[in-house]
Every structure is written in structure tokens, then in C-alpha cells.
């Protein structure tokens, strides 16, 4: 038996949430390990939609659901999100709900400080979400930042929070900001301990005695690996680590904790924000991507930006997140298109090159090199077997299989969670 790490192939947004919800029917511990409430998953169970960006899928399976020592925690969103699942009739308790007590937290000089630097006028624009993502690592990394423990410790809060804004004002001083005094963010934390503490614990005890239990663990990523930090498009990234590797570090479980990586990987390529891409299409093809594909974002409702398949840069994270499979999601919305194409190398100055570069300067110069393959008219919505696919359809995924060197796990044809091919079981050696 196996456990499970699930990360995005592309630059997220690839139908995780779906496949999470399959999965963690079958497992018994779902952890997220990075991130914060900056990417979304929908899930549709019976009907109902539940968007969820900061809890673990699982809840919603009454499953143990573990916030990992890897992903910042806005406390007031996390109050929010527990509270709109409550509504939604999801029982959420310390039972089935555990917070990393040493994960830190994001604050609102966090929010402020990124929506001031997205909203500048000088320097990059990366498109980030306003939502204190970046500002909050760049504090755990400096050694200052507040975590869910200290709520714990009053007598020690306060010093704590005197050097966070230390810092912090210096940085508002210079943007022409006023300051925020101790008192205020001493309130705000106050003001919410009482409702994130019941769920704090030293996760990585609470994984190791249900990993030697027996549990299958469940290790739900957020985001694409494309954004990491450092294997993604820098510096168009996220601000933490989004590769499988991140599952054992921002969990507490070491690496051979790991048995099966499942790279989600879409049909077609998209982004959100700023950033390379070069398979994008400008065009009616990329319009109707979009528009069948509901291509709008969970969290922000930002438009994604649509193109081909790009084999180049999920091969390229099949090696760098040591992917064993892909689950493939949305081959629906190829549906109709008379031909199809494949990015298979890119060009770069003249050169035929099969990885994509690092600088920024060869990342926006490269050119996609195409192959082309029939399309198809019949429907693929809804397929549960490889009989009930189209034959060119068939030939798109197995051409897939053979350009990234990674087989195809499970096959995903709709939004539905019954609406999927399992080629291999991810929780079984």
C-alpha cells in the first residue's frame, strides 16, 4: 500500500480537485502541505459545488484532514472557510480537522504589503493574489514570522509581534504607509485564537502513529509545479515550494513516506497571471478553450489564458516531481476540434532544444515546435472505459504518454467524480 502525493503538472488549475475528492474517498489521512488559501479546488459531490482554497479536500468526506507545517494560515479565513463548510452541512471538528502548530500565519500587514507591491507601478507585476502568500514566507523565512503555536504564549506574543513590526514598519516608512502599532495586530490575533487553537497539533506525530497504523495518506498539493519556487518560472512563481518533494518537508513525514506521485495534468495548457507561455493561443481556438473549458479561476475569477498541450514542460516536471502517472483531465473540451496540436520541443535563437530555460529573457524568446494530430467529432463526456473513447482520442493520450514518458493513471472526462477511467490504482505498489 502506498501513499499519495498529487501535484499539478502545469501552472495549476488542472482539475485537482477532482481527482483529490476521488482519491480521498479511498484514503484515510488528507494533508495539504504548502500554499495558502491562494488556489482553489471546486469539488461537486451529489450536486453540490464546495469551493474550498485553504482546507484540505477530505473534510468533506469526513475524513482526517491535516493543515501541514508547509502551508501558511490566514486564521480569519480559516474561520471563514470552516464556517461556510459548516453551513453547507460538513461537520468540521478537532475530530477530522488538524492544524501544524508551527505553521505561521497571515496577517493583514501581509495582504497590504502584496496588494502594494502588485499594484505599483514600478517594478514586475507577477499577478499574484493579493492575498499575503508571498509577504507571509518571506517572514517564516526571516526568522520573524508569528505561527499558530504563539497564540498559545501571550507573555511571549507581544515581543514577538514587536519584532515582526519591526521590520514591517520600516518597509511601510519607506512606501509612505503609516504604521501599525503592536496593539493592533496583538487584537487581531486575540480576536481569533479562541477558534483556530482547538485544531492545533504537532501534525507529524499525529501522520507518523496513523502512517504506522496502516492509514493511506493522502498528500494534496495546491497550485502547479510550474510555479515552485525554484523549478517553476521564475520569478513568475508562487512563494513556496509546489514539487512532490514539498509533501515530506511541509508535512513533518520524511521521504519514504512517499510511494506514488500523480501528476494532474490537463488536456490542453493554462495560466493565470503573468508569466511565459509558449503554447498560448491569441486566437478562436484559445476562445473556445476558454470557453468551454470554464476556464475562470476558483479564487479570483481571473480569465486563464488557454493554449495547446505543452509535452515540453510536463516531461520536464515529471522528472523534477519524480511522477509516476498522470491523471488527464478535460479531454471533453477537445472535443469537435478538426485537428489538435502538440508542442513536442521548443526553438531557441535557431536551436531545437527539449527543456524549457531558466533565464527570462530565453523563456520568452522560445518557440513551440508542433506536431499535429487529427481531432475528433464524437463525444468523449462521460467515458468510464477506453472503449467508450473515440479512436483518436485514444491516439491523443497514448501520444501524450509516449512524448513525457509518464503513463496515464487515470483518465478524467467530466466534472463528475464517476466520470473517470482508472488504469492504475495510485494507493496500490
Not at 69 to 94: M, S, W
Not at 215 to 234: K, M, S, V
Not at 412 to 425: A, G
Request: glycine share 12%.
Amino acid at each position: 500500500m502506498a501513499n499519495v502525493v498529487v501535484v499539478g503538472s502545469q501552472w495549476g488549475d488542472e482539475g485537482k480537485g477532482k481527482i483529490v475528492d476521488w482519491l480521498s474517498e479511498r484514503a484515510d489521512v488528507i494533508v495539504r502541505y504548502q500554499g495558502g488559501h491562494n488556489a482553489g479546488h471546486t469539488l461537486v459531490i451529489d450536486g453540490v459545488s464546495y469551493k474550498l482554497s485553504l482546507l484540505p479536500s477530505g473534510l468533506v468526506r469526513g475524513k482526517l484532514s491535516v493543515i501541514g507545517n508547509g502551508v501558511v494560515v490566514d486564521p480569519h479565513h480559516f474561520v471563514a472557510e470552516v464556517e461556510k463548510l459548516r453551513g453547507q452541512g460538513i461537520d468540521v471538528t478537532p475530530d477530522v480537522l488538524r492544524v501544524a502548530e508551527n505553521a505561521p500565519l497571515i496577517l493583514s500587514i501581509h495582504r497590504e504589503l502584496d496588494a502594494m507591491r502588485e499594484g505599483s507601478n514600478s517594478g514586475l507585476k507577477i499577478g499574484t493574489t493579493k492575498r499575503g502568500i508571498g509577504p507571509a514566507y518571506e517572514d517564516k523565512v526571516g526568522r520573524r514570522a508569528i505561527r499558530v503555536i504563539d497564540l498559545t504564549e501571550p507573555e511571549t506574543l507581544r515581543p514577538k509581534v514587536e519584532r515582526l513590526l519591526a521590520h514591517h514598519n520600516s518597509l511601510r516608512r519607506g512606501m509612505g504607509l503609516e504604521e501599525i502599532a503592536v496593539e493592533t495586530i496583538l487584537t487581531e490575533l486575540t480576536s481569533v485564537a479562541d477558534q483556530i487553537l482547538p485544531y492545533i497539533d504537532q501534525v507529524w506525530r499525529v501522520l507518523d502513529e496513523r502512517r504506522k497504523a496502516g492509514a493511506r495518506i493522502l498528500f494534496e498539493g495546491a497550485q502547479g509545479a510550474l510555479l515552485d519556487n525554484d523549478h517553476g518560472t521564475y520569478p513568475f512563481v508562487t512563494s513556496s515550494n509546489t514539487v512532490a518533494g514539498q509533501a515530506a518537508a511541509g508535512s513533518g513525514l520524511g521521504p519514504t513516506a512517499i510511494g506514488y506521485v500523480l501528476g494532474i495534468t490537463k488536456a490542453y495548457t493554462t495560466r493565470v497571471g503573468e508569466g511565459p507561455f509558449p503554447t498560448e493561443l491569441n486566437d478562436e481556438i484559445g476562445e473556445f478553450l476558454g470557453t468551454k473549458g470554464h476556464e475562470f479561476g476558483v479564487v479570483t475569477g481571473r480569465k486563464r489564458r488557454c493554449g495547446w498541450f505543452d509535452a515540453v514542460i510536463v516531461r520536464q516536471t515529471v522528472r523534477t516531481s519524480g511522477i509516476n502517472g498522470i491523471a488527464l483531465t478535460k479531454l471533453d473540451v477537445l472535443d469537435g476540434l478538426e485537428e489538435i496540436k502538440i508542442c513536442v520541443a521548443y526553438e531557441l535563437d535557431g536551436k531545437r532544444i527539449d527543456y524549457l530555460p531558466s533565464s527570462m529573457g530565453a523563456q520568452a524568446r522560445v518557440k513551440p515546435i508542433y506536431e499535429t494530430l487529427p481531432g475528433w467529432s464524437e463525444t468523449t463526456a462521460g467515458a468510464r472505459s477506453w472503449n467508450d473513447l473515440p479512436a483518436q482520442a485514444v491516439k491523443y493520450v497514448r501520444h501524450i504518454e509516449e512524448l513525457i514518458g509518464a503513463p496515464v493513471a487515470m483518465l478524467s472526462t467530466s466534472p463528475e467524480r464517476e466520470d473517470t477511467i482508472l488504469v492504475t490504482d495510485p494507493f496500490h505498489d
